[in-house]
């Protein structure tokens, strides 16, 4: 197979607004992707809307939910490059890649929604049917899409994000500005969830979402196959 031009995006938020408390990207959401699509030997571009340094839920790197995959991120010179250079949205230029994957994280909840670059991003992707993955929180950047009649894009999607009782069970639920679940059934989202903190995937057309940090892997290796499905549908046609 051919290599894969792919782009993750990530929060550039750092803080839960109203609050001391810090976020920003959940580490396991970052590392799953990135090292899926490395060991692949695709071409990997991080961005962010601010660009820089990506703010890092210090949770996530806490003993507690440590994994294989954000050890070896924050010991790869590469990955760790990534992370702390990440381009800009409006340095972006969808044209140039083959799949899009939204890293989660709490931050992303403040400014991935209504982000009017993230929006004309993701907008272009879905004009050009390339492959959209968006992991736990980052699913909120959906949530200001509209379709060509003008309507919710979420409208009539089968989709997953964190569930309302997973932000229960980590004590979230009375931080954010909305809660994703519900905010995708009352727009119409066919939402669906799998057990709390457990790998869960839904995949509509070209959308692949997962429900949270533990969906990440499965995300990332739905998303690179109909990247490689598609790819090869359009070399066949030339």
């Known amino acids: 197979m051919k290599s894969l031009k792919s782009l993750l995006i990530t929060t550039s938020n750092n803080k839960l607004y109203d609050s001391t408390n810090k976020t920003g990207v959940w580490m396991e959401d970052l590392a799953a992707p990135y090292f899926i699509l490395k060991d692949t030997g695709d071409f990997i571009t991080i961005a962010s809307p601010l660009g820089g340094q990506?703010?890092?839920d210090l949770n996530s790197q806490s003993a507690a939910f440590t994994t294989e995959n954000t050890r070896r991120f924050m010991e790869d010179s590469q990955a760790v490059y990534h992370y702390s250079h990440s381009l800009p949205l409006n340095e972006i230029k969808t044209e140039e890649f083959d799949l899009v994957f939204l890293v989660g994280g709490y931050g992303a909840m403040w400014d991935f929604h209504n982000n009017k670059l993230l929006n004309k991003v993701l907008t272009s992707f879905n004009l050009q049917h390339k492959p959209i993955g968006l992991v736990g929180h980052a699913v909120v950047a959906l949530l200001s899409l509209t379709n060509e009649n003008n309507?919710?894009?979420?409208?009539?999607?089968?989709l997953t994000a964190f569930s309302n009782n997973e932000e229960s069970l980590a004590g979230l639920?009375?931080?954010?500005?909305?809660?994703?679940?519900?905010?995708?059934?009352?727009?119409?989202?066919l939402y669906s969830n799998?057990?709390?903190f457990k790998s869960y995937v839904v995949a509509d057309d070209n959308i692949i979402t997962g429900q949270n940090p533990a969906s990440a892997t499965e995300t990332a290796k739905q998303i690179i196959a109909l990247a490689h499905q598609l790819k090869s549908r359009v070399e066949i046609n030339y």
């Open 54 to 56: 990506i703010p890092l």
């Open 173 to 189: 639920n009375e931080m954010p500005p909305f809660s994703i679940q519900s905010k995708l059934i009352s727009m119409g989202a």
């Open 194 to 196: 799998g057990p709390d």
């Open 151 to 158: 309507e919710p894009f979420v409208r009539g999607r089968k």
